[in-house]
């Protein structure tokens, strides 16, 4: 297993990240006068920004895990298989059904995004020729 970093995706927190830009007081970025200390400051005020309202977090990636697995699939999968273990089949047999649900609609999603395009394009831009 091996883990990489990515930054929240969250819905809510991009609401709170425009509200923030919206109302953030920009006037001392007018008032420097060097082109490199407006660029400096402007992507220090949008990181610190960003990492109050969409922070950086550590996402863990499994060596046999397929493309299209997100986060929530996992999540649906352990609650399904803790249900298994505690002798809840009605809650098993629920969760089952939602995880197939959406591990087909991640999968079709997956292939309507990246293999499709692979497909209709042709055999000359796949093969590099």
């Known amino acids: 297993m091996s883990s990489c970093l990515v ?20 006037t001392h970025l007018y008032k420097l006068n060097d082109c490199n200390s407006v660029v400096e ?18 996402h863990k990636i499994h060596c046999t895990d397929k493309p299209w697995i997100t ?29 197939q649900r959406m591990a087909k609609g991640l999968r079709s999603k997956y292939y309507n995004c990246c293999v499709k395009s692979l497909r209709d394009a042709g ?6 020729g």
């Open 41 to 58: 400051y402007f992507y220090t005020c949008l990181y610190d920004l960003l990492n109050v309202y969409l922070p950086v977090r550590e």
């Open 71 to 99: 986060d929530r699939l996992r999540h649906s999968i352990k609650q399904r298989q803790f249900a298994w273990k505690q002798g809840d089949i009605r809650v098993y047999r629920s969760l089952q059904n939602l995880v």
């Open 7 to 26: 930054r929240s995706s969250d819905p809510s927190g991009k609401a709170l990240m425009a509200h923030a830009l919206s109302s953030f007081n920009w």
């Open 123 to 128: 055999p000359t831009v796949v093969a590099g």
